[in-house]
């Protein structure tokens, strides 16, 4: 249960990050509510996640695969 409480954190920082992206400096309204929205509810899953996976292995997990999913985003997405 604890792993995918860690995907739903994952999930929810990459959807807040591509949020930030689409915000545009928050000047574009639904992107910004997006980052308000996401980003509280992944540290959230985290915090739940972190109930019973190490701080160490949990903070190592979200962070690559967030980062992993970020950049291809990136590169498919945004073409950067």
Same mark, same amino acid.
């Given at each position: 249960?604890?792993?995918? =409480?860690?995907?739903?954190?994952? %999930?929810?920082?990459?959807?807040? @990050?591509?949020? +930030?992206?689409?915000? #545009? ?7 910004t509510?997006? =980052?308000?929205?996401?980003?509280p %509810?992944?540290?959230g899953?985290? @915090?739940?996640? +972190?109930?019973e996976? #190490? ?10 695969m ?9 590169f ?5």
């Amino acid at each position: 249960m604890h792993w995918i =409480l860690m995907i739903a954190a994952i %999930l929810f920082e990459v959807a807040g @990050t591509t949020c +930030m992206k689409l915000s #545009d400096g928050f000047r574009k309204l639904k992107p910004t509510i997006g =980052l308000v929205v996401f980003y509280p %509810l992944c540290f959230g899953f985290l @915090t739940l996640a +972190m109930e019973e996976i #190490d701080v160490s292995v949990a903070y190592a997990v979200w962070s690559a695969m967030g980062t992993a999913l970020i950049s291809i985003i990136g590169f498919t997405y945004f073409n950067s």
